[in-house]
Every structure is written in structure tokens, then in C-alpha cells.
């Protein structure tokens, strides 16, 4: 199993920044897809950006230009630093990682973005 810990969320002002931090559980190397996902009440959940293994990162048009993806090895994280935050990118984040057997998420990560 695929143990998923983030950490980093809370308040933050319109405009304001926020990183996102996700610990895995095992070799960073061995996860095909890692990424971060965010649920609003009454809603699915979407995804906000990922990236795979050789990299490659994608980012939904929402927040696009504001958000990067990024991962460290050495450390076995996948982190998300949000800039330029809107009330609309309120909602429960979540980690995900994916390798050739399965699907985890972490627990989720409140992030409220209001003044």
C-alpha cells in the first residue's frame, strides 16, 4: 500500500500564496502519475495538476500560470505551490499517486482562500 500525507493547507487572502506538501510512501520512482486533486461540497472531484514519471506535468485551465506541480526524489514529496489565489480555489485538495497496480489519495488538506 501507498501511504499519501499532505500537509500545508489553511487561509489565505485573494492574491495570496500557499504550498502544498504530500509525503509517499515509497520511492517516487516506482509511482507512474502523482498529483493533486480538489472536491468542493456537492461537486466531483477534479483534477488540478499532475505530473508522471519522466516529468511530465498538466494543469487544469483553472489554474494554469498560478499553480506548479513539482516532486523530489530525495525526499519522496509531491509539492504544489499556489500563487495568485482566487475564492474559487477554495476546496479540499487531495494527493494522488498512481503506480502499476493501483490508486491512492491522501486524506485531504483544507484550503480556504477569502479577506
Known amino acids: 500500500q501507498v501511504q499519501l500525507v499532505e500537509s500545508g493547507g489553511g487561509l489565505v487572502e485573494p492574491g495570496g500564496s500557499l504550498r502544498l506538501s504530500c509525503v509517499v510512501s515509497?520511492?517516487?520512482?516506482?509511482?507512474?502519475?502523482l498529483g493533486w486533486y480538489r472536491q468542493v461540497p456537492g461537486k466531483q472531484r477534479d483534477l488540478v495538476a499532475d505530473i508522471t514519471g519522466g516529468g511530465s506535468a498538466n494543469y487544469a485551465d483553472s489554474v494554469k500560470g498560478r499553480y506548479t506541480i513539482s516532486r523530489n526524489i530525495r525526499s519522496n514529496t509531491v509539492d504544489l505551490q499556489m500563487n495568485t489565489l482566487k475564492p474559487e480555489d477554495t476546496a479540499v485538495y487531495y494527493c494522488y499517486a498512481r503506480n502499476f497496480v493501483s490508486e491512492y489519495w491522501g486524506q485531504g488538506t483544507q484550503v480556504t482562500v477569502s479577506s
Open positions: 515509497r520511492d517516487l520512482r516506482g509511482i507512474r502519475v
